[in-house]
């Protein structure tokens, strides 16, 4: 099987990682993971009814699913500070876009949420089993927070 893309845009606030953690207990808590929900559409409609968790934690998910994943940013247990250098395992991390390639994925260091959601190039820099992260701005402030990445299988 090949990896299946995921992405959500998540309120700003400056503590990426409280950010990931509030973004993975609500997709949790509404089901929207595998095996619950087996494919999912993106970008998530919040209004959409949900199956709720099927599960008792996020851990009895990803022990149920081993190396599959549940294809969902339940798949990411931790933000990186710095962007992924090559090195190491990137497994189960959000590494934010480094500033450069950020400039040079959406032509500013201040991405709108279109130029974002748009941009197929910057899945190109997204490793199986890990994700990215960026603010997104509107009218020159931070206003959200851009998290994607890929599943595991």
Known sequence: MGAHPYWYFVPYENDFEAALQKLRLREFQAGRYNPVTPRQTFPIDLSAPTPGAKHASIEQVMEQCDETGTRSILDIAQVSPAPFDGSGMPFMTAFP?????????????????????????????????????????DKGEPHEIFFGGYSFD
């Open 97 to 137: 876009l480094a500033p450069p390639d950020v400039e040079g994925l959406f032509g500013t260091s201040k991405p709108t949420r279109e130029q974002v959601a748009t941009n197929q190039r910057m899945w190109d820099r997204i490793e199986r089993g890990s994700a990215v992260y960026t603010v997104i701005f």
